[in-house]
């Protein structure tokens, strides 16, 4: 079979709920990152271009009726160049990237614009049906931003509680101390901020211009370099009170408005772009596990990339693990035994934030980036995923 390569990899700078991203619907920040790949190949005819594969968790609001398609038509590509969009929750857009890969290395493809993204702050209130017409009763509103809602009566509790409740069952179960959860948060600020200050977001993130009165973002906005580990333990736990909570406002990733995006191709993409490639495409893995323990399942993705790829835990120069929350990552990172200072060197969610749809293609271009950056050979991208799920794709840097 033919080999998956990623070719190049940006990302909107992303917004904090509310913030500056607020005011741009999803369907322009994904048409946004469309047009930017494509002005980044100026020998590319667009008409080229296999498939728009796009990732989106919400669905209920501007981003409907297929993300994917109407953000390249909004881009400006040939309305020749289909589209379609996948939701995995928040490992949306690297399983479009996975199902990218695998139509490549099938032959159906040489080349695929993957993406994601998603505006929490637009997020739409929706209401349900009534049973039986003229219904005289009260309607309850539902927030699609995040988390349950319409839940089936039939799920079984445990499965259905909230995503903090479920991770503070996780780290009971494994241990993890509120005092790590907040040293994790400070170190992830810590190399977010260091990060940008050293540029090397400068290839990966592109600026959001002014649009329709809405003023531009250039950075990240929820990166707070002075955060400290007193000022954490000062915050009050938000799913559970008294010595049983730990996971606090500062210890979670934040809602997020953003998109990213990136070329997949095959060894021919080289031409059609008029780029080389940065990394190829080793080996990806799918995982479940209980829907209470989702913030778990990037273990057994992980091993399974791994083996796909055909290297080992010590082959791996790099890992990008989406931090949904601090308890959920230090489980995770526990169960691998690796050395921390290779995980999420640039930052992660905790500080960076966490747009869902966005979030997979974060992790995978930033580690394409810090491959190419440190020239090291093998990294692993994770992501954990609502009611039970994970995900790992393992690249290998194509310049080493």
Known sequence: ????????????????????????????????????????????????????????????????????????????????????????LCGSSLDAAIIASRQIRAGDADLVLVGGAESMSRAPWV????????SSGNLETYNTALGWRLVNPTMPAEWTVSLGEATEQLRERYEISRERQD???????????AAWEAGHYAQLVVDVPERRGVKALTSDETVRPGTTAEVLAGLRTVFREGASGTIT???ASPMNDGAAGAWLGSEKAAEILGKSPLARIAGTG??????????????????????????????????????????????????????????????GAIAIGHP???????????????????????????VCIGVGQGLAVVVENTGV
């Open 1 to 88: 079979m033919a080999d998956a390569y990623v070719y190049d990899a940006i990302r909107t700078p992303f917004g904090k709920l509310g913030g500056g991203l607020a005011g741009h619907r999803p369907d322009d920040l994904a048409a946004h990152v469309i047009g930017r790949l494509v002005d980044r190949a100026p020998g590319l005819d667009p008409a080229r271009v296999d498939e728009i594969i796009f990732g989106n968790a919400n669905g209920a609001g501007e981003e409907n009726r297929n993300l994917a398609r109407m953000a390249g038509l909004l881009a400006g590509l040939p309305v020749s160049v289909p589209g379609t969009t996948v939701n995995r």
């Open 127 to 134: 209401v349900a049906k009534t049973e039986r017409p003229y």
């Open 183 to 193: 040293a994790f948060a400070v170190q992830s600020h810590r190399n977010a901020a």
């Open 249 to 251: 406002a500062g210890n």
């Open 286 to 347: 799918t995982a479940a596990n209980e829907p209470q323990y989702f913030g778990y399942a990037p273990v057994e993705a992980a091993e399974r990339a791994l083996a796909k790829a055909g290297v080992a835990w010590r082959d791996i120069a790099a890992v990008e693990l989406n931090e949904a929350f601090a308890a959920q990552s230090l489980a995770c990172l526990d169960a691998w035994d690796i050395d921390p200072a290779i995980v999420n060197a640039w930052g």
């Open 356 to 382: 869902l749809g966005a979030s997979g293609l974060r992790v995978l271009g930033t580690l394409v980036r810090r491959l190419q950056h440190s020239g090291e050979r093998y990294g692993l991208a994770a």
